[in-house]
């Protein structure tokens, strides 16, 4: 009965513990990737700074605050309003859809269905949206939730970064408890896979996610600067598509295709060429980044990414990458771990039976 009581007592703290945390353990998961990301940033600045930690932390902090939120600022701005806009026209019946061009009935395989359903939309709006009600007020009101969940990612950004500078700031202990609760899991093999954790945090953070972000924040401010409209809602989609590796080509290119239509041919020249830098970069600054990480398929990058936006929003685009490439990376060695072990008795047995 006593032990009884204790396990009740113990099951109870560890649930009412986790309802209590339940709102910050996405921030404190990512708080944790950035503080492991810029680590080595770190370490310099305090050594510029004559190893004041504290200081070095928080202006790491501050500097990761006005080079990340800033810029998202703006293009939340534009995200939220053009879902309203959006929202607005379609239930006022303002939206005109101008015909379809001629080379759409060219399109194999759906060209025919397109120019049919284009054609009826740009004669007849309300029949058109009648047709695929369902759909598109499920779109838009998916668009008007992400477009809301926008403040509250940026705030989880910031949180998250302060949690970084706060573990910066105590690096050392931090770095000794995680060491410990790996050791207290794993025995003598906590620090191989701390270690094998810090290096895939680093890969996936710096070759990926952080590339994917200069991108998509590069892309946003272009849009901004041409003045093409929606440019948040088209930041957030390149993005996503940097993010599961498909690449922001797919949103530059009709991008291009609009600003030559609608700008000054000094403009859209100009566009093009920050449209090719913006698309080529990772090119470059992905073997810079991500040096020599860990190898991690993509197909698990891209289940990780779309996974944590569907669940947690734009924070949960980085994080659940990160922690699924964790996990994978983990339980591969975790698996080769126990092969080799299981080989080597296999090995030795059989040694001794010739023996």
Known sequence: MEISIRVG????????????????????????????????????LAGWLRDRHVLAATLSSL??????????????????????EFDRQIRLGLLHIPPPPESVATWPIIGDTVTEFWTLASENLDDALEEIKPQILAAASWLISTAGGVGLGILQFILAIIIA?????????????????????MGKQGRKFVDLAHTTVKGVTLGILAVALIQAILAGLGFLAVGI???GLLALIALLLAVIQIGVTLIMIPAVAYVFST??????????????FVTLMDNVLKPLLMGRGSKVPMVVIFLGAIGGFLAHGIIGLF????????????????????A????????????????
Do not use: H, K
């Open 9 to 44: 007592l113990l099951i109870v703290l560890v649930v009412w513990s986790f309802a209590i945390l339940r709102p910050f353990i996405v921030p404190i998961i990512w708080g944790i990737i950035i503080a492991v990301a810029t680590y080595p940033g770190y370490r310099r």
């Open 63 to 84: 500097i990761m605050i006005v080079l990340l939120i800033g810029p998202t600022v703006m293009l939340a701005g534009t995200l939220v309003d053009s879902a309203q």
């Open 165 to 185: 500078g706060v573990l910066l700031a105590r690096s050392e202990s931090s770095s000794g408890a995680a060491l410990a609760i790996a050791n207290r899991l």
């Open 229 to 231: 409209p929606a440019a």
């Open 263 to 276: 700008a000054d041919t000094t403009t859209a020249v100009l566009f093009l060429i920050w449209s090719v």
């Open 319 to 338: 994080v659940g990458a990160v922690v699924l490439a964790i996990g994978y990376t983990l339980f591969q060695a975790w698996m080769r771990e126990e």
């Open 340 to 355: 080799e072990r299981t080989g080597g008795s296999a090995g030795t047995t059989s040694d001794s039976s010739a023996a």
